[in-house]
């Protein structure tokens, strides 16, 4: 799945501001809504030349210029070019989705007015940062966290999965996916390899679901350095958005055949098979663990679940320090999986077992809350659905 989030792009200041914003400005949350209002003051007959935008920001410390805006891009609305505009002095009242920053922390918003191309307003001419610190009220994960996994299957287990919200603000359909990624999952846009994942349907607000264990397939990632992540994601107008993640203490290094020797050999360490968590948010606050050696034949491995409350100093089992080299099959390679609420009628149809006529229901048919819920496709049988349910995803 495509990371919704808005890309945070490097900012730098203008020589000359052509703008700026003037009071009354402000923000409004509505819902996965925004409403973003401005008096925006021409300085310089140049402005009229440039293409316009809004931006609010979420910022982990106090922006005061373009140099200082760091963290995630919650909002962007392009505004009309200022040829059109009758006077000096506009004022702006604008609505656009919003894609808050994922985790339970706390912000400074700021609102930016900014001077650019559509994808790319970076030129930024004017800031305004708000005094009081903004918390998103968000599905998120509770407790400890782990994963086991065993050949081509993972074991998950999360203990709370919550929805903060007030009682009457019902979750979207929310689904907990396990991502390798290049580094520590610190929120906003990312790449990776999808492993795993398991939807379920919406949670009502102040409520929870306690004890959740799913036993589910696993793609293993290419070979490379991978950092694991546990997302969870809610679908909203805009697709699955991310609102919470956990990142797994253990860097994993899955190896790559060594063509030099005679008999190929692979180096992994530490242990791919146990995953144990750490702090849900940036890179420091991930625990650190021993890297820990495996055998040619790598065995079912117990995960130890560390609680996300728990310290650092306790949270990691001892082991060896130094990677085993061992002489297992080549490494395992990743089958590319199909998303069942973004991928193309046609790369739905490609997929072995799944005709045409079906790829067009599932398209009529999304959202999907799990691959479970595919069942309510007409003619999607059991027996389709378990042939074609490794090359698929939610």
């Not at 000096?88 to 920053?101: K, L, N, Q």
């Not at 990691?316 to 199909?338: D, E, L």
Request: hydrophobic share 40%; aromatic share 6%; net charge neutral.
């Amino acid at each position: 799945m495509n990371q919704t989030v808005l890309p945070q792009l490097p900012t730098r200041n203008s020589a000359v501001s052509l703008a700026r914003l003037s009071l009354p400005h402000g923000y409004r949350f509505d819902g996965d809504n925004v409403q973003l209002h401005a008096r925006l003051t021409v300085l310089d007959r140049a402005a009229y030349q440039r293409t316009w935008a809004l931006q609010l920001w979420a910022c982990p410390s106090r922006p005061t210029c373009a140099g200082d805006l760091a963290g995630q891009v919650v909002a962007e609305i392009a505004l009309p070019p200022m040829s059109e505009l009758a006077d000096e002095i506009e004022h702006m009242d604008m609505s656009t989705f919003a894609r808050p920053p994922a985790g339970a922390g706390e912000h400074f918003i700021a609102l930016v007015l900014a001077a650019g191309v559509a994808g790319r307003f970076d030129e930024v001419h004017d800031i305004v940062t708000y005094p009081q610190l903004q918390k998103f009220l968000q599905p998120r994960i509770q407790g400890s966290v782990s994963y086991r996994i065993d050949g081509n299957r993972v074991h998950l287990s999360v203990e709370h999965v919550e929805n903060p919200r007030d009682s009457g603000n019902r979750s979207g359909s929310l689904a907990l996916e396990l991502w390798a990624l290049s580094e520590p999952y610190a929120g906003g846009d990312f790449q990776g390899a999808h492993l795993a994942g398991v939807g379920f349907g919406p949670l009502s607000g102040q409520t929870e679901l306690g004890t959740n264990s799913f036993d589910l397939p696993f793609v293993a990632p290419p070979a490379g350095h991978w950092h694991f992540v546990l997302m969870l994601r809610e679908w909203t107008a805009a697709g699955y958005v991310t609102r919470d993640f956990t990142n797994f203490a253990n860097p994993v290094n899955y190896g790559q055949v060594l063509e030099s020797s005679p008999a190929p050999k692979i180096t992994e360490s530490p242990d791919p098979a146990i995953g144990l968590a750490g702090e849900p948010a940036t890179p420091a606050k991930v625990l650190p663990v021993a890297p820990v050696s495996i055998p040619s034949v790598s065995p079912v491995a117990e995960a130890a679940a560390v609680s996300r409350k728990t310290p650092a100093s306790k949270s990691a089992p001892k082991g060896p320090t130094s990677p085993a080299v061992a002489t297992p099959p080549p490494a395992p390679v990743a089958m590319q999986t199909v998303s069942v609420n973004s991928a193309t009628e046609e790369a739905l149809a490609a997929i072995d077992g799944l005709s045409p006529r079906l790829a067009r229901a599932i398209k009529k048919g999304r959202p999907f809350a799990s691959l479970d819920d595919l069942r309510r496709v007409k003619g999607l049988t059991a027996g389709i659905l378990e042939k074609i349910r490794s090359r698929l995803r939610v």
